[in-house]
Antibody, heavy 118, light 107 residues
Framework: EVKLLESGGTLVRPGGSLRLSCAAS????????MNWVRQAPGKGLEWVSA????????YFTDSVKGRFSISRDDSNHTLYLHMNTLRAEDTAVYYC???????????WGRGTLVIVSS | DIQMTQSPSSLSASVGDRVTITCRAS??????VAWFKQKPGKAPESLIH???KLQAGVPPKFSGSGSGTDFTLTISSLQPEDFATYYC?????????FGQGTQLEIK
């Protein structure tokens, strides 16, 4: 069974930094692309970042370019989202999602809540 | 960026009804469209990929169609567990984008 478990969400001040983790199990993590998708309170889904399955390419939505980075540790089956210069508008539940192929998400974690507030 | 526009934004229906949600892409996305269901406080669930193919384990009461710019999700014989918010998403081109969601409510 595919399992994705996010962690690391917390309350952080504007301008601060945070690292989210997504621990994966139940599948061969290293061959899959992985994504982060977020959802602000009461709002819709917004794709944030992707790491390709071949490990060569990363993608970001414009609003986080230059502030967020994505990495993966295939030996520990973990995906990371490194978030810097956080803003109030980054407040959201952040979901980790497996990319079955080319941007289609077939499995999702339960999410971790990030609150950016002073 | 490719904009995905869903309609309606909200929809009221009764148990047993059949409903259709539409999603229009701002440019052609071939058939690279997925549909997701989300209940309040829960993670999204994958329903359909490639515009019309059911995710494993999803009941055939859900069906999708379309290609190019216009897509539909149809849910037949609504049950209480089907009342949720539904999202379309294109994965033809980065950045990946979602529709704004359609909230399906019990009448």
């Amino acid at each position: 069974e595919v399992k994705l478990l996010e962690s690391g969400g917390t309350l952080v001040r504007p301008g601060g930094s945070l690292r989210l983790s997504c621990a994966a199990s139940g599948f061969n993590f290293q061959i899959y692309g992985m994504n982060w998708v977020r959802q602000a309170p009461g709002k819709g889904l917004e794709w944030v970042s992707a790491f390709s399955g071949d490990g060569l390419t990363t993608y970001f939505t414009d609003s986080v370019k230059g502030r967020f980075s994505i990495s993966r540790d295939d030996s520990n089956h973990t995906l990371y989202l490194h978030m810097n210069t956080l803003r109030a508008e980054d407040t959201a539940v952040y979901y980790c999602a497996r990319d079955l192929w080319g941007g289609y998400f077939d499995s999702w974690g339960r999410g971790t809540l990030v609150i950016v507030s002073s | 960026d490719i904009q995905m526009t869903q309609s309606p934004s909200s929809l009221s229906a009764s148990v047993g009804d059949r409903v259709t949600i539409t999603c229009r892409a701002s440019q052609g996305v071939v058939n690279y469209v997925a549909w997701f269901k989300q209940k309040p406080g829960k993670a999204p669930e994958s329903l359909i990929h490639s515009a019309s193919k059911l995710q494993a384990g999803v009941p055939p009461k859900f069906s999708g169609s379309g290609s190019g710019t216009d897509f539909t999700l149809t849910i037949s014989s609504l049950q209480p567990e089907d009342f949720a918010t539904y999202y379309c998403q294109q994965y033809a081109k980065y950045p990946l984008t979602f529709g704004q969601g359609t909230q399906l409510e019990i009448k």
